[in-house]
């Protein structure tokens, strides 16, 4: 509740994710008092209850996280009977405002016209995720895509975007000389605070700016504002793009992870 307090001066809208946030016990009282911001809330499905859904107050969008359709699906989240979970959850909250977001890992290319269908069937915002090298990601490089496949993807969901009556998002982009005046990034202005009470620049970011246990949000914030590293983000890269990145695709590690391990 502190830090939420902290943020109002901060931030206007709020992501609770996980792990599964519908499994913390606390998580509607959270929502309720969050009533000054939107609150967008990621999930796999796996625990909503319809009294849950039911219980949320009008500012929340629920956010369903899907790899895949069926056993695809089933496949990249190691849980069989997980997309089957994701549906009775959808259809849970089929009244609510809800998006979806699909990860572009090579098991989803041949299911991206499924993926649109399903997302116009439940009315929800559809948002196709580039999938960056860390993590998970990193140490499993045969689940990402190579230069061409980024290449075809990226090209079908502009024509689609065009062309089906879904409404398409994707924070896919490759650098070109049109980004010289900076990256039209989709984590500007964001930040990410870990269950230690880390804040970093994003969930998928190592550095960390300060802990809310040990000082006010709101002044780790200032602080963060202050540095070159978030005033370039800021400015979407525009003073540390190039044209000649190994991986076009991949603007994450090769320009905003790179640059934060010199200047944060």
């Not at 699906?73 to 089929?94: I, N, P, T």
């Amino acid at each position: 509740m502190r830090v939420m307090d902290e943020a109002r001066d901060c931030f206007d809208a709020i992501i609770f994710s996980g792990g599964e946030p519908f499994l913390h016990p606390d998580l509607i009282e959270l929502t309720h008092h969050a009533k000054d911001f939107v609150v967008f809330i990621t999930t796999a499905g796996y625990a909503m209850e319809r009294k849950q859904i039911q219980a949320l107050p009008g500012n929340v969008v629920l956010v369903f996280g899907l790899d895949g359709i069926g056993e695809v699906h089933d496949s990249y989240r190691g849980k069989a009977g997980a997309y089957k979970q994701l549906l009775h959850s959808m259809e849970l909250a089929q009244d609510r405002p809800k998006e979806i977001i699909a990860t572009l890992w090579k098991g989803v290319l041949p299911q991206i016209e499924e993926i649109i269908e399903l997302a116009e069937t439940h009315r929800a915002l559809l948002h196709f995720n580039a999938l960056i090298p860390v993590g998970r990601a990193k140490n499993n490089p045969a689940i990402m895509l190579c230069r061409e496949e980024h290449e075809a993807v990226l090209k079908k969901l502009n024509d689609l975007r065009v062309n089906r009556e879904a409404f398409l998002a994707t924070d896919l982009h490759k650098v070109t000389e049109n980004d010289l005046d900076g990256i039209d990034l989709f984590c500007k202005g964001r930040y990410s605070i870990n269950p230690s009470g880390d804040v970093r620049p994003c969930e998928f970011h190592y550095r960390v700016l300060g802990n809310i246990f040990n000082e006010p949000l709101n002044r780790i914030i200032e602080r963060a504002r202050q540095t070159d590293f978030i005033k370039s983000r800021e400015e979407g890269f525009k003073k540390q793009v190039r044209l000649d990145l190994k991986n076009p695709f991949d603007y994450h590690t090769e320009i905003c992870h790179a640059l934060a391990s010199t200047t944060l």
